[in-house]
Structures are given as structure tokens and as C-alpha cells.
């Protein structure tokens, strides 16, 4: 790639606007473009309280994959029926073939207008965007993620783009997920999942960092393990079979109570990875008792192009 050149500032030089001009102006625009369009910037959304299905998805730009500049200068509302042109309460974003359900993710794509400026919105089940299609409009770009409850209905949830907000009373009933230390085996390293049955998962299918609450009783220390994919294959981060070896507690983040106290809460920020996976370990007090529950009150995406 050439070097960043000097843009000219005055045009009022005797030597014209000439063809050296021009490559000057069109190379330092294409360096700008390849340099930020991994990014989307904005497109956050907010949801109404008490199962009211709108989705405001709010104004944003981006670069689809190819390059292609997407710009949502306004914003717009969308339901949860069949995708429809434009904005407002009765325009739908499905996806075709994509219907609501409970307790799903859904992920929100901007779609590009082949011959104007327009932007429009759609809603599919797939991360990958496998159902996004829209005639005239073949650019596409990932830019953010909602999940709908038992009854079917938008989570109490908002994104200011990069972090989303969840209310965790509106996840899942329970407000979190629980496990058992007798489930998963005293001082041994898991492989958990956020996931509370039919009720979902608790995350989105992609890689996020998670803002999670912890809830922790009858245990002498827990811990978290990022299972993050590494360079060649495995984890990046080892999830040693014992939680604690008589030395030092293998896990990432480790949380522990005084020996007088039955319960403990706190909040954990954490990579997990598209799976939904984290190692934990627990050690119980007294032993093989004890459990820590997790609700998760957000979430990071980058909204990256890999």
C-alpha cells in the first residue's frame, strides 16, 4: 500500500487540478475505508418494556465486507412480522422464511439499495445472515443481535452498538442460570454452557464479552476460564482438569467467600466464545455442596468483519 499522502489544501496553485491530484484524492479515501471498515459505527437499537414487539434500530454506517458504504442516517422501527419496505409500527424485518419464536436470538443485518443511498433493515435467525435477501438490495452487513422470551415476545433490552443491556428478569424467569457443585463435581474444571433449557440461550451465537452477575453460596471459591478458540486449533487459554491443585486456582477469574459467610455476589466481565462455552470450577463449603448462579446483564460485540 503507498504512503499516506499530504492532501493538497490549496487548489488556488497555478498547477491545475491534474491527474497526480486525482490518484492523491482516490488513494487516501480508499486507505480511509480500508482502514475503518472492519468497524460498524453506531447502530444500536432500543426495545419497549412489557412485550411490546418493536425494534428501533437507530442510525449508523458501516462497510459491507466488498467495501460497499452503508449509511443509516435517520433510524427506523420494525415489527416481527414479514420484512416489508420502510419504516414505522407496521413494517415488519423478518427475514423470508424466518418467523418469531420464543426464546431465539435474532440478528440484525442493514441492507444497501444497489443504485441509490436507501438502507433497510432484517431480522434472521441465522448469525450468518443465510436468509437476508432483498431484491435491489445485494449489499448486506451484520450489525447486532436481540433475543425474544417464553411468550415469544422482544427481551427488556437496548444497544448503544458496540454494549447491549439486558434486563436479566426478562431473559429468563429464574433471572439466571444456576449450577450445582454435586452436578459438576467438586474441584474439577467444566465446560458450562449459558444456556437455561427451554428457555434459551443466554447469548448471542457469536464471540462477546459478557457482563455477567454471580451468584455464589456455600462454596469457598469458584472460577471462569475463557474458551476462546487459539491460533491453531484447542483454546487459547488452558482449562486445567483441577480447579484448585493444593497451590494456585487454575481459572482466568477466581472469586472467593470468608469462611462466615454463605453467599456472595459480584459482576465479571469475560470473552465467550460463539458457542456459548466458559470453563468453571467450584470448591464447596462444605465440600461438594455450594452452586453459583449467573445472570447475564449484557454484552459486548464488536461487530466485526473476521
Not at 426464546?103 to 441492507?111: E, K, Q
Not at 442460570?177 to 440461550?201: M, W
Not at 456472595?264 to 461438594?288: F, K, Q, Y
Request: glycine residues 12%; aromatic residues 10%; contains cysteine.
Amino acid at each position: 500500500m503507498p504512503a499516506w499522502s499530504t492532501p493538497k489544501t490549496n487548489w488556488v496553485d497555478p498547477d491545475g487540478f491534474g491527474s497526480a491530484d486525482a490518484n492523491r484524492i482516490e488513494q487516501n479515501t480508499s486507505d480511509l475505508r480500508d482502514a475503518t471498515f472492519r468497524r460498524v459505527q453506531g447502530f444500536g437499537y432500543t426495545t419497549d418494556a412489557g412485550g411490546v414487539n418493536y425494534i428501533k434500530v437507530l442510525p449508523g454506517s458501516c462497510f459491507t465486507s466488498a467495501g460497499v458504504p452503508l449509511n443509516f442516517t435517520s433510524g427506523g422501527i420494525k415489527n416481527l412480522t414479514a420484512h416489508q419496505l420502510g419504516f414505522g409500527t407496521s413494517k415488519g424485518g423478518m427475514a423470508p422464511g424466518v418467523t418469531v419464536a420464543a426464546n431465539t436470538w435474532y440478528y440484525v443485518f442493514a441492507l444497501g439499495n444497489s443504485t441509490t443511498s436507501d438502507v433497510e433493515i432484517m431480522f434472521d435467525d441465522n448469525p450468518a445472515g443465510s436468509n437476508v435477501t432483498l431484491t435491489n438490495y445485494p449489499h448486506v452487513r451484520y450489525i447486532n443481535s436481540f433475543k425474544t422470551d417464553a411468550s415469544s415476545n422482544v427481551c427488556e433490552m437496548y444497544s448503544t452498538g458496540d454494549d447491549v443491556r439486558i434486563n436479566p428478569y426478562s431473559m429468563f424467569t429464574t433471572r439466571g442460570v444456576t449450577y450445582n457443585n454435586s452436578a459438576l463435581l467438586e474441584n474439577l474444571n467444566h465446560v458450562i454452557q449459558f444456556t437455561a433449557g427451554a428457555e434459551g440461550f443466554a447469548l448471542p451465537a457469536r464471540e462477546v464479552e459478557a457482563f455477567l452477575e454471580i451468584r455464589a453460596g456455600l462454596l469457598i471459591s469458584w472460577g471462569f476460564t475463557s474458551l476462546i478458540p487459539g491460533a491453531t486449533g484447542g483454546n487459547a487459554f488452558t482449562l486445567n482438569p483441577v480447579f484448585f491443585d493444593g497451590t494456585e486456582y487454575n481459572a482466568e477469574f477466581r472469586g472467593g467467600m470468608d469462611s462466615g459467610i454463605n453467599a456472595e455476589t459480584d459482576t465479571l466481565r469475560i470473552m465467550v466464545n460463539s458457542s456459548r462455552t466458559i470453563g468453571l470450577g467450584m470448591t464447596g463449603n462444605p465440600a461438594n455442596l455450594g452452586s453459583v448462579k449467573l445472570a447475564v446483564m449484557g454484552y459486548k460485540d464488536l461487530r466485526e468483519i473476521q
